[in-house]
């Protein structure tokens, strides 16, 4: 069994199927591998929620000037 160094250790990404392309040298050979950390890609609850409320009151704001706009477009066409 070949020993790897640890100073050899590299970090790859995975396809959408989860899997690491590891190269050639490697090709008939058996491998052990440790996976050591994992990052997801994804946000977070708490980001989602945060970004959430931010969109919430985003919109709220946009619906108010909209009524604002609106109600003076519409007095506009009354005149």
Not at 21 to 36: F, M, Q
Not at 54 to 71: F, G, I, K, N
Request: glycine content about 6%; cysteine-free; proline content about 1%.
């Amino acid at each position: 069994m070949t020993k790897v160094d640890a100073r050899d250790f590299r970090t790859n990404e995975t396809d959408d199927r989860g899997r690491i392309y590891l190269g050639t040298e490697y090709a008939n050979k058996r491998v052990t591998v440790a996976v050591v950390e994992v990052e997801s890609g994804q946000p977070n609850e708490d980001e989602l929620a945060a970004a959430y409320r931010e969109a919430s009151e985003s919109a709220e704001e946009l619906a108010e000037e909209w009524d604002e706009a609106s109600d003076e477009a519409w007095d506009g066409l009354d005149k």
